[in-house]
């Protein structure tokens, strides 16, 4: 396993969690996380850093760092990875081993691929986004910048998922069909 280098998590709930472990395992070093409230139980090895307001601080503890918004909500995503590349941080995109990404799919930075997750021939994952666990994004589909798939949700071939739309678990997506962005579609 390759060394991808230092990893700051944004976040402490459960996602976050699942997040720090698949980092840990898919060769990050996770040396932290940030959250507004300190969580009932760790992540992990990882110590809390203090408050999502402390990341330049963290930044400068850590130079060279990548960060990871581990939160499900699509806006404090976006928020909180403008926050880390202000700080100076790279967006950590982060792919569980057991992730089946193509070489012709393309992934944006801060990305989550789940466990079981496929990204299959020539789709486009956009920044910040979550595809969970079991999820699938079939060829020349698009999932644009902080959407959100969630557990077993599934986007066919060359269907579009609009910026910051949810596609709920076990919910599917047609081939060639849009998700207008911010829109959420229930299984």
């Known amino acids: 396993m390759s060394g991808r280098g230092a990893l700051l998590v944004l976040g402490g709930g459960g996602h976050a969690a699942v997040v720090a472990d698949l980092a840990a395992r898919a060769g990050f ?13 760790a992540l992990g090895d990882a110590p809390h850093l203090g408050p999502i307001a402390g990341l ?21 995503r976006e928020a909180w990875l403008d926050a880390a590349r202000r ?69 066919c071939g060359g269907a579009r998922v609009g910026r910051g739309a949810r596609v709920d678990a076990g919910a599917v997506v047609p081939a060639n069909a849009v998700v207008e962005a911010g829109a959420r579609i229930a299984r």
């Open 29 to 41: 070093r996770v040396v932290g996380f940030l959250d507004d409230e300190r969580p009932a139980s």
């Open 56 to 76: 330049t601080a963290a930044a400068g503890r850590f130079p060279g760092a990548s960060a990871h918004a581990a939160v499900g909500a699509a806006a404090l």
């Open 87 to 155: 700080a100076g941080l790279l967006e950590g995109t982060v792919v569980a081993p057991s992730a089946d990404v193509s070489p012709s799919a393309s992934l944006g930075p801060g990305a989550f691929v789940g466990a079981r997750a496929v990204v299959a021939a020539r789709a486009s994952v956009g920044r910040g986004v979550l595809v969970n666990t079991s999820a699938v994004v079939e060829h020349d589909a698009v999932v644009e910048d902080f959407a959100h798939l969630a557990t077993g949700a599934i986007v």
